[in-house]
């Protein structure tokens, strides 16, 4: 699994976590960074991408030497930097699927990136994504629809083959809902709410769960299924560390401490 996404230097979120969460899950993980930031778990204090010609420059090595199954996007700060990744992707690995996680709007409701940069994931890498992983604010900002469904239809009629609508941002009497529509269908995926500031890095997880499941071989429903059990299990598994000042990491490496 190819990860291409930015730094967190705290571990919880991030290149950082993909790589713990394909490890736990029994896919090795190559990494391409398209930023560094400076963050710990109370927040993130600045963000410096990588120039999208040294971000092509790693993705042609990673091709070229490994044999990658899956792909998964994380933060993509500008329209420069997507264009790099859609045209490296079409080029170098145009069968390989994509799990695209849109890092635009963080939990507090902040946009993360500009206008500009969301017109270009939904024009350039929506309609490669064999997933995409909004939450629901995200889901808004790409389709301007407020309905979970039919945002996920919007992302579907996009090009996206799936959308992973994700419901954390809006339980319902104590429950989590995400929606995953595709294939003519909509299933559903619940949850407890987890009562934890111990969150930090679960849309990470979550895409990259589904990753590295694609990359062992599974289909879309049984990968996303797959790892949406293991990130309800390192919430749960979280909830009871304490790592950092602020709002820790889930536990990445619970199956491998259960083993």
């Given at each position: 699994?190819?990860?291409?996404?930015?730094?967190?230097?705290?571990?919880?979120?991030?290149?950082?976590?993909?790589?713990?969460?394909?490890?736990?899950?029994?896919?090795?993980?190559?990494?391409?960074?398209?930023?560094?930031?400076?963050?710990?778990?109370?927040?993130?204090?600045?963000?410096?991408?990588?120039?999208?010609?040294?971000?092509?420059?790693?993705?042609?090595?990673?091709?070229?030497?490994?044999?990658?199954?899956?792909?998964?996007?994380?933060?993509?700060?500008?329209?420069?930097?997507?264009?790099?990744?859609?045209?490296?992707?079409?080029?170098?690995?145009?069968?390989?699927?994509l799990v695209l996680?849109?890092?635009?709007?963080?939990?507090?409701?902040?946009?993360?990136?500009?206008?500009?940069?969301?017109?270009?994931?939904?024009?350039?890498?929506?309609?490669?994504?064999?997933?995409?992983?909004?939450?629901?604010?995200?889901?808004?900002?790409?389709?301007?629809?407020?309905?979970?469904?039919?945002?996920?239809?919007?992302?579907?009629?996009?090009?996206?083959?799936?959308?992973?609508?994700?419901?954390?941002?809006?339980?319902?009497?104590?429950?989590?809902?995400?929606?995953?529509?595709?294939?003519?269908?909509?299933?559903?995926?619940?949850?407890?709410?987890?009562?934890?500031?111990?969150?930090?890095?679960?849309?990470?997880?979550?895409a990259s769960g589904?990753?590295?499941?694609?990359?062992?071989?599974?289909?879309?429903?049984?990968?996303?299924?797959?790892?949406?059990?293991?990130?309800?299990?390192?919430?749960?598994?979280?909830?009871?560390?304490?790592?950092?000042?602020?709002?820790?990491?889930?536990?990445?490496?619970?199956?491998?401490?259960?083993?």
């Open positions: 699994m190819l990860t291409i996404a930015g730094s967190d230097p705290s571990g919880g979120a991030g290149l950082q976590a993909d790589v713990k969460t394909a490890t736990a899950l029994g896919c090795y993980a190559a990494t391409v960074v398209t930023g560094l930031t400076v963050q710990d778990t109370t927040g993130v204090h600045a963000v410096h991408p990588v120039e999208p010609a040294v971000v092509r420059a790693q993705l042609e090595a990673v091709a070229a030497d490994l044999d990658v199954r899956a792909v998964k996007t994380g933060m993509l700060g500008d329209v420069a930097l997507v264009a790099a990744v859609a045209d490296g992707l079409a080029e170098l690995l145009p069968d390989v699927p996680d849109p890092v635009m709007v963080a939990t507090s409701g902040h946009r993360l990136v500009p206008d500009e940069a969301v017109a270009a994931i939904r024009e350039l890498l929506v309609p490669r994504a064999q997933v995409v992983t909004p939450n629901a604010p995200e889901a808004v900002v790409l389709t301007g629809e407020d309905d979970r469904e039919a945002a996920g239809a919007a992302l579907v009629a996009l090009g996206a083959r799936w959308a992973l609508v994700k419901g954390g941002h809006v339980p319902v009497d104590g429950v989590v809902t995400d929606l995953l529509v595709g294939a003519g269908a909509t299933r559903t995926l619940t949850a407890p709410w987890r009562d934890t500031p111990h969150t930090h890095g679960t849309g990470c997880t979550l589904i990753a590295a499941r694609l990359a062992l071989g599974d289909d879309v429903p049984a990968a996303v299924t797959a790892a949406h059990a293991f990130l309800q299990a390192a919430l749960v598994s979280g909830a009871g560390r304490t790592v950092g000042r602020g709002h820790g990491p889930v536990d990445h490496l619970w199956r491998l401490r259960e083993a």
